[in-house]
């Protein structure tokens, strides 16, 4: 019987008296063993505190001498939280007598888990007005914030709990602080409209700042759609200038177009904007002028009087349009939210079956991205996924009927070309990144470079020499990069891989991918390169189910060595005897076996001395064998 586990689903479910009936009769030394062992990342006491068990709580404590501070791992609302201590656990369950307990036993108040999140921050996050007074009370204190900067006054006017920040900032709470990306707490009610709250922090001195992105709360609340805490702010004319009155409204109602579908609320909207710019008595504020058009946005201009305004409710597409150039011009291209509805607008436009504007709408925010965002970003990765995505469907289901009863086009040999070369490019900045950076990031995007480069060949079956060339030349430029995804795999290992392909709703190319390897190969890739487990992508063919004999003997008309061993030990031939898989109906094993091939496995079978006595380029050949 697994004891460990005993004592920690007994603490976990409160079950004390099983609890003791497991170490009432062992030793001391066995008994701290016990329950501090963790069992999914939590000890036993992380556990009871989690779910609120007083009795087993005080048992651990008073009778088992459990550590007060030993942290663990526990899930709150599908989330793991890492490094929490016992405390902090009971404060974010809201387990008041627990908590009480814990620190009457010496817990201290201010200890964090791994994302330095305090247990009054706990508490406030999910409202724990008693839980918190106690704390505060027992000194803990409130101006520390977690990793990101978040202050525990933040985080109360973000969930929209009144007393408590009510509660803080009476004990004098700093309500102009700024997190690591400059958001203040009066952002964070802009963002979760809470309007009493943020009241309640422009009487205690909020000031309207910027973040990061050079938002301020007004905008903040703009894109989200809080039109009351909207209204409220622009009639402050002491925080709120003209002109932000002005850009708040314009970018609400480009929020109306495109998040809540109100094209007769958003139209009021830019017309009270459009009033304000040319109100009388004061100056006007006329739109910048704006010198270039947007092909993606095809060629529209901003409406810039009330005249022109009034013909966008006879065009609904026009109107997307708009609200597209405005939240680029005041939100800028940096600003996520920017790139994220120019993306959502081409998917509805794919929806309706009108996949160019879809295509350029997504190239159009993918150039955004990678000229703002750091290379590898999640943002961009899912922006090139959702290329293959739509080339892989478009490629499917090519002739059939879409949306409105439009039929599914071919895809142009032009936007893939150019997505493709997207994609290395971006692949090419992540190999200049660090070493330290988690390759995680640049293996998925080799994958979905991958995948295009599989779709593009697959595009070209009815292409000229012209077409081949091009694509030829940008699938060389991945090649000549050498990247390496996860386990040191190339290019040419993922391609002959099964545990490449991606989990995507329209597999238009699978893999391992013949074709693909083909063009890799033609480019330059090695055959016999090796990945972090001495594995050459022969190695890896061998491993698929069924093995492609096309991609193999690719591989070895290039010149892969047909008997290289890996790491362990394994050849190609051993490989496919694992599976019971015959080499023979797969290649001729004598026709790839060369003469300085049985020279090396000579050598090694008969245990000879090479080190030094043979040219040391030819050394890592030999070991091969």
């Known amino acids: 019987m697994d004891f460990k586990n005993v004592v920690y689903n007994a603490a976990r479910d409160g079950k004390l008296r099983r609890l003791k009936v497991f170490l009432e009769h062992r030793n001391a030394e066995e008994v701290l063993m ?80 791994k994302t330095n999140s305090t247990p009054l921050r ?64 009066l952002h964070d009610c ?54 932000e009155s002005v850009d708040a409204l314009e970018l609400l109602g480009a929020t109306f177009v495109d998040k809540k579908r109100d094209m007769i609320g958003a139209l009021a909207l830019w017309k009270r904007a459009m009033a304000i710019r040319f109100e009388d008595g004061v100056p006007s504020l006329p739109k910048p002028v ?14 810039r009087t009330a005249e022109e305004l009034d013909s966008l409710l006879a065009d609904p597409d026009e ?20 790139s994220y509805y120019v993306r959502y607008r081409g998917a509805v436009y794919a929806d309706a079956g009108k996949f160019s504007r879809c295509i350029s709408l997504w190239s159009y925010a993918l150039d955004m991205q990678q000229a703002m965002l750091e290379p590898l970003n ?25 949306g409105r009863g439009r039929r599914v086009p071919s895809v142009s040999f032009d936007d893939m070309l150019s997505v493709l070369l997207k994609a290395v490019a971006e692949v090419r900045s992540g190999v200049c990144l660090v070493p330290e950076r988690d390759s995680s990031h640049l293996h998925r995007v080799l994958v979905i470079c991958l ?29 000549s990069l050498n990247p390496r995804g996860k386990g040191g795999q190339t290019p040419l290992h993922l391609a002959c891989s099964e545990e490449a392909a991606l989990v995507g709703r329209y597999p238009a190319c699978r893999f391992p991918a013949p074709a693909l390897v083909a063009a890799l190969l033609k480019t330059g890739a090695d055959p016999n390169s090796l990945d972090d487990s001495g594995s050459s992508p022969l190695h890896i063919a061998a491993k698929c189910r069924p093995v ?19 790491a362990s030990g394994r050849t190609f031939t051993s490989l496919l005897q694992q599976s019971e898989q015959d080499v023979s109906k797969i290649c001729q094993p004598m026709r790839y076996t060369t003469l300085a091939c049985l020279a090396a496995r000579t050598i090694r079978k008969a245990g000879i001395p090479f080190a030094g006595q043979i040219p040391r380029h030819l050394e890592p050949f030999v070991l091969q064998h």
Not at 52 to 75: F, I, K, M, T, W
Not at 194 to 215: F, Q, R, T
Not at 216 to 235: K, M
């Open 34 to 113: 016990l329950i501090g062992t963790k069992t999914n990342g939590a000890t036993p006491l992380v556990m009871a505190c989690r779910n609120g068990h007083y009795d087993v709580v005080e048992y651990l404590v008073d009778r088992c001498n459990a550590d007060l501070e030993q942290p663990g791992s526990v899930v709150f609302d599908g989330e793991t939280i890492e490094g929490a201590p016992p405390l902090w656990c009971a404060a974010a369950a809201g387990h008041f007598s627990v908590v009480k307990f814990l620190v009457r036993r010496g817990a201290s108040v201010n200890s964090t888990t």
């Open 122 to 185: 706990a508490a406030c996050f999910d409202g724990h007005y008693e839980i918190v007074k106690f704390l505060v009370e027992q000194g803990a204190d409130i101006e520390v914030s977690n990793r990101h900067g978040h202050t525990c006054l933040m985080i109360a006017c973000y969930k929209g709990h009144y007393q408590i920040a009510q509660y803080l900032l009476g004990l004098g709470a700093n309500v102009n602080r700024k997190s690591v990306k400059g958001n203040t707490a």
């Open 190 to 243: 802009a963002e979760s409209g809470s309007l009493n709250i943020l009241k309640m922090l422009i009487e205690h001195g909020a000031k309207m700042d910027v973040d990061s992105y050079g938002m301020t709360p007004l905008l903040a609340a703009s894109v989200t759609g809080h039109s009351h805490i909207v209204e409220y702010l622009i009639q402050l004319p002491r925080i709120v200038t003209r002109e």
């Open 290 to 303: 704006q010198t270039a058009t947007v092909e993606a946005y095809e060629h529209s201009r901003e409406m």
């Open 319 to 338: 109107m997307r349009m708009q609200a597209l150039l405005i939240r680029e011009r005041i939100l800028g291209p940096a600003h996520p939210d920017t």
């Open 378 to 402: 999640p943002m961009t990765q899912s922006s090139l996924f959702s290329f293959t995505e739509l080339f892989s469907f478009m490629m499917g289901e090519e002739g059939r009927s879409s």
């Open 451 to 479: 995948h295009l480069a599989c779709l593009t060949v697959k595009v070209l079956t009815n292409m000229g020499q012209s077409e081949w060339d091009r694509a030829l030349k940008v699938i060389y430029l991945l090649v």
């Open 548 to 566: 492609s004999a096309p991609l193999v003997r690719s591989l070895l008309e290039a010149g892969a060595h047909f008997d290289a061993r890996d």
